[in-house]
């Protein structure tokens, strides 16, 4: 796993990999500003307070409330975005690592388009539901304990399918659900942090590439 992480962040940092990383994160930034000035000019135009003060106090803590809601849903919304490019990333990863292998097959796009929203989708209603655990002390614990599940999921099972029927990629990681849970608090944990969390999802796809050739080379 380790070796594997190493790997992955060498991908995303490198040439090859930079206009894809760059077009994920300036698409979730831009989508991330647009929810925090659209909350902010609606409750601007509804006038909720009679008092102009009572307005002002509402908007800037509006504004608050939503970076900090923001800081928390940039891994689905960069899921959402880096879904478009995730067979893209997964194809560079094996022609540079892996090219004596037999290269994978891409997904049809609007699968991987529909990939993508769904998966976004899912993380973020899971995000949203563990939020209010934060108010009990326990809420980065849970975060980090589903985006492991979550994460070492859906990412192992798409460089999975590249290669195997989907039922089989789903079998092969039931198979080895220890070990791709436990590479899953890697990527987990790294969308905990601020800004790094932005590269999560083309990290994992690197990573859970990684991770896969590695299962099915150690396999009889």
Same mark, same amino acid.
């Given at each position: 796993?380790? $070796?594997?992480?190493?790997?992955?962040?060498?991908?995303?940092?490198?040439?090859?990999?930079?206009?894809?990383?760059?077009?994920?994160?300036?698409?979730?930034?831009?989508?991330?500003?647009?929810?925090?000035?659209?909350?902010?000019?609606?409750?601007?135009?509804?006038?909720?307070?009679?008092?102009?003060?009572?307005?002002?106090?509402?908007?800037?803590?509006?504004?608050?409330?939503?970076?900090?809601?923001?800081?928390?849903?940039?891994?689905?919304?960069?899921?959402?975005?880096?879904?478009?490019?995730?067979?893209?990333?997964?194809?560079?990863?094996?022609?540079?690592?892996?090219?004596?292998?037999?290269?994978?097959?891409?997904?049809?796009?609007? $699968?991987?388009?529909?990939?993508?929203l769904q998966f976004g989708f899912?993380?973020?209603?899971?995000?949203?539901?563990?939020?209010?655990?934060?108010?009990?002390?326990?809420?980065?614990?849970?975060?980090?304990?589903?985006?492991?599940?979550?994460?070492?999921?859906?990412?192992?099972?798409?460089?999975?399918?590249?290669?195997?029927?989907?039922?089989?990629?789903?079998?092969?990681?039931?198979?080895?659900?220890?070990?791709?849970?436990?590479?899953?608090?890697?990527?987990?944990?790294?969308?905990?942090?601020?800004?790094?969390?932005?590269?999560?999802?083309?990290?994992?796809?690197?990573?859970?590439?990684?991770?896969? $050739?590695?299962? $099915?080379?150690?396999?009889?």
């Amino acid at each position: 796993m380790i $070796k594997a992480a190493f790997a992955a962040f060498a991908d995303v940092l490198s040439p090859d990999f930079r206009s894809v990383l760059f077009k994920a994160i300036g698409l979730a930034l831009v989508l991330l500003v647009a929810v925090v000035a659209g909350t902010v000019l609606l409750l601007d135009m509804l006038k909720l307070a009679p008092w102009g003060w009572g307005n002002n106090i509402i908007e800037v803590a509006a504004g608050l409330g939503m970076a900090v809601l923001a800081f928390f849903m940039i891994p689905p919304v960069t899921a959402l975005f880096a879904g478009l490019y995730l067979d893209r990333i997964a194809g560079l990863v094996e022609r540079k690592h892996y090219p004596s292998d037999p290269p994978g097959r891409e997904l049809p796009t609007t $699968k991987a388009i529909l990939l993508g929203l769904q998966f976004g989708f899912l993380v973020l209603v899971v995000n949203l539901a563990v939020l209010p655990m934060l108010l009990f002390g326990i809420g980065a614990l849970v975060l980090l304990l589903v985006n492991a599940y979550l994460l070492s999921r859906e990412y192992f099972e798409m460089a999975a399918m590249r290669h195997m029927p989907v039922e089989e990629a789903r079998e092969l990681r039931r198979q080895n659900s220890p070990h791709i849970l436990a590479a899953g608090f890697i990527p987990a944990a790294l969308a905990l942090v601020p800004f790094v969390n932005l590269v999560v999802p083309l990290f994992s796809t690197s990573y859970f590439v990684h991770i896969f $050739k590695g299962l $099915k080379r150690s396999s009889p």
